[in-house]
């Protein structure tokens, strides 16, 4: 059975940085393309990263260069280098599969639903202080 686990969040000061992880288990992660959302009170939940199975590519959202998603194939865990935090950036992250080799962010809400994605994590809560 197939579980991500995510952890590294916590309070951090404008401008300051977080390393998030995404553990996976009952897979191997480099079989998959795994990506990072986010979801603050109130608003919709939006994706932030993806690394693909295969050649690794990645994709990103509208996060403006600050973030870098990568992986570790021998601990089955991606990560998310969060710099230049801001507090926009607030937010429970977690991390989520569709099941499929290639990163599909950019078509959530074009040619694709959040339904697509079968497995998440239970998220990690990132704060971003003025």
């Known amino acids: 059975q197939v579980h991500l686990v995510e952890s590294g969040g916590g309070l951090v000061q404008f401008g300051g940085s977080l390393r998030l992880s995404c553990a996976g288990s009952?897979?191997?992660?480099?079989?998959?393309?795994i990506s990072w959302f986010r979801q603050a009170p109130g608003k919709k939940r939006e994706g932030v990263a993806c690394i693909s199975a295969n050649d690794g590519a990645t994709e990103y959202g509208d996060v403006k260069g600050r973030f870098t998603i990568y992986g570790d194939n021998v601990k089955n865990t991606v990560y998310l280098q969060m710099n230049d935090l801001k507090p926009e950036d607030t937010a429970v992250y977690y991390c989520?599969?569709?099941?499929?080799?290639?990163?599909?962010?950019?078509?959530?809400?074009?040619?694709?639903?959040?339904?697509?994605?079968?497995?998440w994590g239970q998220g990690t809560q990132v704060t971003v202080s003025l």
């Open positions: 989520a599969m569709d099941g499929g080799t290639e990163c599909q962010l950019r078509y959530i809400g074009r040619y694709y639903s959040l339904d697509k994605y079968r497995y």
């Open positions: 009952g897979f191997t992660s480099d079989d998959y393309a």
